[in-house]
């Protein structure tokens, strides 16, 4: 059997195993009726990794998880997360089984600490939560299966009342994936950052990190290679890579061998600090939505990893259209470097989104901004990455009734949105919301609170028009008068896979 054959064999059996669901059929004759279109199915099994939360004493983190309710799930599922030294913890437990008895039991007692749940999600509509505090919990590694496995969320909250990247930190945890852009970061003296990369498989990961800066590549000294065993999380700090001092990098992590999950920890000894998720792939045109309308500094980074520079026309789209920002028009971008460029307060106290486009031929980059509320020393910065559209659905966790604003933008046409606000991870009942945004604008939505709200709620953002949607969701809680706050952007969920109808060529196997 040739590689062809075993290729074709290889396509059907994993659309098999990602849907459940696979039709083979004896070939009808052909005729101008037997193509059919795929089927779009939900998924039936979704992994996410969250990143080890802070090593402070001083933090508190909440994990919120949510499914939204799909069409056409069964009545069957899990989901949970749990520690990502549970692997570990339990092969050591094994090692030991061969010393003393008691030295046997402590290890088996760890092991049964380390695979507790941090989050066990009861049904789909409903959010689940828990918590953990100080700077010892470590990252977790979650698998939703069935009903819950569409659409899965999970949202890491963290705050931080003191020192080093003090304030609000957000993520929402990762699917695995090879390769993940970071533009944004840095390895200036008040910056600590770290790469973070979690191994959700049973065999090791290798990863390569990249670094470039507005002259190109920096030399590393460790950035090749780097191991991530089975089940674990591995934090790099950027500054032990290059002895280079930049306030404005741009990462590349390249998966040789596995699959991680990625986010980068940017920590400020001054301006407080947040998480970076990765950008959306490299594109000519790119999108960044949701800088809040007080913001007080916006600093624009782009990279364009190919062989060609890049121009790019800068616009934002404010409520009332596109804008173009006076002294900031465009922005040159060279083949291999990261650019930035500080745009200020560019919303001028209206919502507003970055929209990067061509100014000729199209070149694929990778953008971020780092934005700053607050003023003096209290001061505080989140960091939102250019990311996909809506598409078909996209939920954000961890809402409460005061505190999160969404973002929504349609830089190529007016859409209509469908906003629903899920019932409360302590009770409350749903309820929806629709919206139009006009072509190259953006709006702060008021948002639906579920009626009877307690706890924390999902938001589940859906497009009703073909209209591409962009959004994001800020989540706000100040303290002591530093304003903290965190960005997360919203792009498609991929609660459903397409099946194409597979029929039975028994001729296939012949060749």
């Given amino acids: 059997m040739n590689r062809t054959t075993l290729s074709l064999i290889a396509g059907t059996a994993a659309l098999a195993a990602v849907t459940g669901f696979a039709t083979l059929n004896q070939p009808d004759a052909a005729g101008p009726d037997t193509a059919?279109?795929?089927?779009?199915?939900p998924v039936e099994r979704t992994s996410l990794l969250c990143p080890s939360p802070s090593t402070s004493d001083l933090a508190d983190t909440s994990y919120t998880s949510f499914t939204p309710v799909t069409k056409g799930t069964d009545?069957?599922?899990?989901?949970?997360?749990?520690?990502?030294?549970?692997?570990?913890?339990?092969?050591?437990?094994?090692?030991?089984?061969?010393?003393?008895?008691?030295?046997?039991?402590?290890?088996?007692?760890?092991?049964?600490?380390?695979?507790?749940?941090?989050?066990?999600?009861?049904?789909?509509?409903?959010?689940?939560?828990?918590?953990?505090?100080?700077?010892?919990?470590?990252?977790?590694?979650?698998?939703?299966?069935?009903?819950?496995?569409?659409?899965?969320?999970?949202?890491?909250?963290?705050?931080?009342?003191?020192?080093?990247?003090?304030?609000?930190?957000?993520?929402?945890?990762?699917?695995?994936?090879?390769?993940?852009?970071?533009?944004?970061?840095?390895?200036?003296?008040?910056?600590?950052?770290?790469?973070?990369?979690?191994?959700?498989?049973?065999s090791a990961a290798v990863a390569d990190i990249e670094l470039y800066g507005k002259d190109g590549a920096l030399s590393t000294t460790v950035g090749e290679g780097i191991t991530i065993p089975a089940h674990s999380s591995e934090p790099i700090l950027l500054s032990t890579l290059t002895g280079e001092k930049q306030e404005d990098l741009t990462v590349h992590v390249n998966v040789r061998s596995g699959r991680v999950g990625a986010a980068v920890q940017a920590l400020d000894e001054k301006l407080g600090g947040d998480w970076l998720a990765a950008s959306t792939d490299p594109a000519g045109t790119q999108v960044i939505p949701g800088i809040p309308k007080d913001a007080t500094a916006v600093r624009l980074i782009a990279y364009a990893p190919g062989d060609a520079d890049a121009d790019l026309k800068v616009q934002l789209a404010s409520p009332s259209g596109l804008i173009t920002p006076a002294g900031h028009e465009t922005l040159h971008v060279k083949a291999g470097m990261t650019a930035s460029v500080d745009l200020g307060d560019v919303t001028r106290g209206e919502a507003g989104s970055l929209v990067l486009t061509p100014t000729g031929q199209s070149v694929p980059v990778v953008a971020a901004v780092r934005v700053l509320r607050g003023k003096g020393a209290q001061q505080e910065s989140a960091f939102i990455t250019a990311t996909a559209p809506v598409g078909t659905r996209a939920s954000a966790a961890d809402n409460s009734a005061k505190g999160s604003t969404l973002s929504l933008t349609a830089p190529k046409g007016t859409a209509k949105v469908k906003v629903t606000a899920s019932a409360g991870s302590g009770g409350g009942t749903a309820v929806s919301k629709t919206y139009t945004v006009k072509a190259g604008t953006t709006q702060d939505v008021e948002l639906p609170v579920p009626?009877?709200?307690?706890?924390?709620?999902?938001?589940?953002?859906?497009?009703?028009?073909?209209?591409?949607?962009?959004?994001?969701?800020?989540?706000a809680a100040t303290q002591e008068g530093v304003p903290g706050f965190t960005i997360q952007t919203l792009p498609d969920d991929r609660g459903t896979v397409a099946v194409p109808e597979a029929d039975e060529d028994v001729a296939v196997l012949q060749k």
């Fill in 36 to 41: 059919q279109a795929a089927a779009e199915l």
């Fill in 451 to 475: 009626t009877g709200l307690k706890g924390t709620y999902a938001l589940t953002v859906e497009p009703l028009t073909d209209t591409p949607v962009y959004a994001s969701r800020t989540l």
């Fill in 75 to 202: 009545g069957d599922g899990t989901a949970e997360l749990a520690a990502a030294t549970v692997e570990s913890a339990a092969a050591t437990t094994d090692k030991a089984s061969d010393k003393t008895t008691d030295k046997a039991s402590d290890k088996a007692s760890d092991k049964k600490k380390a695979t507790k749940p941090v989050v066990t999600p009861k049904a789909p509509g409903t959010p689940a939560v828990g918590d953990t505090s100080g700077g010892e919990t470590p990252a977790l590694l979650g698998t939703a299966e069935g009903k819950f496995a569409p659409g899965w969320t999970v949202q890491e909250t963290t705050e931080v009342t003191a020192g080093s990247g003090r304030g609000l930190q957000g993520v929402t945890c990762t699917a695995p994936d090879t390769e993940f852009w970071f533009p944004g970061v840095s390895t200036a003296a008040d910056r600590t950052d770290y790469v973070h990369l979690t191994n959700p498989d049973d």
